[in-house]
């Protein structure tokens, strides 16, 4: 618990599989973070949304995960190898991005250099 | 003797008048309002065997109705003593026919519930959500467990507070209190994910309220009378269904 990595990528096929494994990542990290039960709770949620819309898009084969614990915040990316012509498109009008939305503290949603990408930055508290 | 000023005898009397008004929903509400504390310390009783309160609380209440629907009143028995043979029969079946919903060891089991007790001990002590380091002090489980635990929390199987638990329609979740006024849900929301309309009412309104109303976990565990994991995995459990109706659409 007293070793924090300063980033942490995770990369795996483009499953609903891998989402499991992206969750125990994650919520590995933000423990370290001295995040709240709460806070890891919503930060599997979001990564479980922001996964969903990327396996969604552009038929990818890869998903990645990076993780970026700084201070009391956790700067989160996830990407894909998906083709991006059509995003985010209305994706950003949607259930799964509204919740990203409520939840972090900021959040992006772009065409990376790889392929389709979201980021957020979640706080070790809740809210 | 039994004066009609003595205070169980005009219980007696209030009980028994609500008993011949029934059906009437009001009258049904009086007598389950009247004996849920006997209906929670039953499910007490049943604490510590790897339910949470809050599922053991629904069962109860289950069974509470079921007495009440099942009770006659020439028989010459108490109600309160039928009450409590019905309400242990709900929580034993309960403890035989539901569980876990996937195959969890009997370890982690353990480790749940520990991490259960220990996080609602801390959240109270602490004013807010502990972290794992605290909650695996307080346990004495390592970091690794406490976060094992949490996830297999998510494969316990939860009574839904939707569940129909008396002949009426009456939910659990309608038995858990008023409706805080906070709480009033519109409609034009769902129009984001049709997929909403497809969810058990209190699951919608706790979506709402998390995702339109920004309140936290917490605060939605406090106005509808639930623990915040409780309401924690509700979300989870919400969340996923919309996820994989949203995959279904896809696919087809």
Partial sequence: ?127 | MNEPTDPSVADDLEVAEWFAALPDPAARERLVHRFLPLAEHLASRFAGRGESRDDLGQVASLGLVHAIDRFDTERGVQFATFATVTIIGELKRHFRDRGWSIRVPRNLQEATLLVNRATATLWQELGHSPTVAEVSARTELSPETVLEAMEAVQAYSTSSLETPIGEDGTTAGELMGDVDPRMAVSEDWMAMAPQLRELPERERRILYLRFFKDMTQTEIAEAIGISQMHVSRLLTRSLAKLRDAGTDEDAT
């Fill in chain 1, 1 to 127: 618990m007293t070793h924090v990595p300063a980033s942490l990528v995770v990369s795996g096929p483009a499953e609903p599989e891998t989402l499991c494994v992206f969750r125990a990542v994650a919520s590995s990290v933000a423990s370290r973070a001295d995040m709240t039960l709460e806070s890891i709770d919503e930060l599997k949620i979001v990564v479980d949304e922001a996964a969903t819309m990327l396996l969604r898009a552009g038929a990818p084969q890869r998903l990645d995960l990076i993780l970026e614990p700084n201070g009391g915040t956790i700067r989160t990316t996830l990407t894909s190898d998906g083709a991006v012509r059509d995003w985010p498109g209305d994706r950003t009008t949607g259930w799964s991005w509204r919740v990203i939305r409520q939840l972090a503290r900021e959040a992006a949603c772009r065409a990376g250099e790889r392929g389709p990408e979201v980021t957020f930055v979640m706080s070790t508290d809740a809210r």
